[in-house]
């Protein structure tokens, strides 16, 4: 077996769900998961701290995508069309392309309290990314807080659908149909 | 010692919020608890769980207060004037009076990882809760979603700013102040 494997960290996230699903969250070992992968325990740590983190490790690119998308955005659009514009990088780069690891990641969850759990610490830790991303744009902190929630529902109740529907509709339509529905809501 | 203990509940929740700020929750111990609030660990476990629940027992109210507020409404209303009709209902039994335990909650919440995630939890639950009364309203899935995760952000950002000026503006007031903000903030 060469040193570096192509695509090591996609295998593994493959194999470790794959039996995460098939003899559960509990059950199932690192080296289980290597040899499903063909690769070492090593390279396994190399990519993650534990096995709860293959869930959830891609989740941690969120805080520096959404800075980007907020501080680049022109000066004049208000918050939520801060999010309106970003859309489609956010689509792109979280979540197209990844319908099945996504999919698979639900069912998992739902199987387990600690990682329902981690999985709300992590959406905390998201709300929280959006709220400094737009107090460092000058926004004030209440209005910060609650945009960052406001964005966290059209995100979460999209992706949702769009896992649901396993993928029929592309995600950022869902995601501009859903915000115009939460402004219907909020409007009413 | 006589068998019934008056406000013993409450004697119970102020004893433990004491220690747990003076000495920590990891090494609170319930007969601590018991001991400081002149109270048996017997009558501890008539009302609480374990020490954990002290801090969120509360909560497990907030369904059924949900779910009358909202079935009480007038059909007329859009859910979200549903949630604004209830406001002084929601404040009065959820939060008014209990500005102490609630500032002592956070304090402890944020100093355990643990609890953070327990209120995580609860949070969720109650968005839960929030959704299925207004399905049980023949609102669609989405929408009920959608409005659970709009009036818990009203409500979770003034409950924070109710705590962090002490109770200096009635939180019905602060509620209504938020709701409009969002509201605001979605249109814009």
Chains 1, 2 share one sequence.
Do not use: C
């Not at 290597?34 to 891609?58: P, W």
């Not at 197209?96 to 830790?125: I, N, P, Q, T, W």
Request: glycine share 6%; hydrophobic share 50%.
């Amino acid at each position: 077996m060469s040193r570096w494997q192509p695509n090591a960290r996609e295998r593994l996230e493959s194999a470790a769900l794959e039996l995460f699903i098939e003899q559960g969250f509990a059950a199932t070992t690192v080296p289980q998961i290597t040899a499903h992968a063909g690769l070492t325990t090593r390279t396994f740590f190399r990519h993650f701290v534990d096995k709860r983190e293959v869930l959830f490790a891609a989740d941690d690119e969120f805080p520096a995508l959404v800075s980007q998308i907020v501080s680049q955005a022109p000066s004049s659009l208000s918050p939520v069309a801060v999010f309106e514009a970003g859309i489609d990088a956010l689509a792109a780069e979280m979540f197209e392309g990844r319908l099945e690891f996504l999919r698979a990641r639900h069912m998992v969850v739902r199987s387990d309290e600690g990682l329902a759990e981690r999985e709300l610490s992590k959406r905390a830790a998201m709300a929280d990314a959006i709220t400094r991303a737009y107090l460092d744009r000058g926004v004030d902190q209440v209005t910060a807080a609650l945009t960052a929630q406001f964005t966290m529902a059209v995100v979460g109740v999209s992706v949702g659908r769009w896992i649901g529907e396993n993928g029929a509709t592309p995600l950022p339509h869902i995601m501009r149909e859903t915000l115009q529905l939460l402004r219907a809501i909020a409007a009413d």
